[in-house]
């Protein structure tokens, strides 16, 4: 039973935020919405004109009606069955902060992402960004956390993020049910800390390797809002080395284990 519920704890623990109806809450203001799609309007309706006249200098060029008709011809005739904001980046440079919005259309046939870049310059705003990409299915349906279909390092990675939080969470009930002092509180909160950390895109598959880097606790997986999940592995440095003072403490006598069992 104590094995199971470690898993549980850990497994949870894991998947912290794995409520997506939370995590993809995305702070913005009603106009952001707004401002992508009279930009997609503008275009499904062929006024390029509009569109190029709020354009940055630096995205204007001989072929920008070409781009524009190309990006135009990759929305369906119907209208969208729903529009979603999925990504919304705010940027505050020196001068001139910069909101990088990015709009999901569903159509009955296909799917959509617009992104859109804006920067105020003073008083006036220019778009110097611009981009429709067709996507196979929803960002929701792309990036869900799903064990189907996964490589061998995927699964190597999401395996060794669970060992880790339940050896570490193991470890942990050891240094409850331990005398160590005044300083039981600072062990405690050791024994979650990992060192290192080894990295995987659960969508992509690409994984990463970092060597100087201190987690807690030792296993986890983040989120962004609509994003890829990536699962996290780290070397549960600080519960090995409470079992390496736990058993210096017993060798010298300062620790007695209780007995397994009653007198007869």
Same mark, same amino acid.
């Given at each position: 039973?104590?094995?199971?519920?470690?898993?549980?704890?850990?497994?949870? #623990?894991?998947?912290?935020?794995? $409520?997506?109806?939370?995590?993809?809450?995305?702070?913005?203001?009603? &106009?952001? $919405?707004?401002?992508?799609?009279?930009?997609?309007?503008?275009?499904?309706?062929?006024?390029? &004109?509009? /569109?190029?006249?709020?354009?940055?200098?630096?995205?204007?060029?001989?072929?920008?009606?070409? #781009?524009?008709? %190309?990006?135009?011809?990759?929305?369906?005739? &119907?209208?969208?069955?729903?529009? %979603?904001?999925?990504?919304?980046?705010?940027?505050?440079?020196? $001068?001139?902060?910069?909101?990088?919005? *990015?709009?999901?259309?569903?159509?009955?046939?296909?799917?959509?992402? !617009?992104?859109?870049?804006?920067?105020?310059?003073?008083?006036?705003? %220019?778009?110097?960004? +611009?981009?429709?990409?067709?996507?196979?299915?929803?960002?929701?349906?792309?990036?869900? +956390? #799903?064990?189907?279909?996964?490589?061998? /390092?995927?699964?190597?990675?999401?395996?060794?993020? !669970?060992?880790?939080?339940?050896?570490?969470?193991?470890?942990?009930?050891?240094? !409850?049910?331990?005398? !160590?002092?005044?300083?039981?509180?600072?062990?405690?909160?050791?024994?979650?800390?990992?060192?290192?950390?080894? @990295?995987?895109?659960?969508?992509?598959?690409?994984?990463? +390797? #970092?060597?100087?880097?201190?987690?807690?606790?030792?296993?986890? =997986?983040? =989120?962004?809002?609509?994003?890829?999940?990536?699962?996290? @592995?780290?070397?549960?440095?600080? @519960?090995?080395? +409470?079992?390496?003072?736990?058993? %210096?403490?017993?060798? *010298?006598?300062?620790?007695?284990?209780?007995?397994?069992?009653?007198?007869?």
């Amino acid at each position: 039973m104590r094995f199971i519920s470690l898993l549980s704890i850990a497994f949870c #623990t894991l998947l912290v935020g794995c $409520e997506r109806d939370i995590a993809r809450k995305i702070v913005s203001s009603p &106009e952001d $919405e707004l401002i992508v799609s009279s930009y997609v309007d503008l275009l499904r309706q062929g006024q390029y &004109e509009q /569109i190029e006249s709020n354009l940055d200098s630096s995205l204007v060029d001989s072929n920008i009606r070409d #781009t524009l008709g %190309k990006m135009a011809a990759l929305f369906p005739a &119907e209208n969208p069955q729903s529009i %979603k904001l999925v990504g919304l980046d705010v940027s505050h440079g020196q $001068e001139n902060p910069t909101r990088n919005m *990015t709009l999901e259309y569903q159509f009955p046939s296909k799917w959509l992402l !617009v992104n859109i870049a804006i920067e105020r310059k003073g008083d006036a705003s %220019k778009v110097v960004g +611009f981009h429709v990409n067709l996507i196979p299915d929803s960002l929701e349906n792309l990036n869900k +956390f #799903t064990l189907v279909r996964k490589s061998g /390092i995927q699964y190597l990675i999401l395996t060794s993020a !669970v060992c880790s939080l339940l050896f570490s969470f193991y470890v942990l009930t050891l240094c !409850v049910q331990t005398n !160590v002092g005044r300083t039981k509180w600072l062990w405690i909160l050791f024994v979650l800390t990992g060192v290192g950390q080894l @990295a995987v895109n659960w969508t992509t598959g690409q994984w990463t +390797f #970092t060597l100087l880097s201190i987690q807690l606790p030792c296993g986890r =997986a983040l =989120a962004s809002p609509y994003g890829p999940w990536t699962v996290v @592995a780290t070397l549960p440095v600080g @519960a090995i080395l +409470f079992l390496n003072h736990r058993w %210096k403490m017993r060798v *010298t006598g300062e620790l007695i284990d209780p007995p397994t069992h009653g007198p007869i």
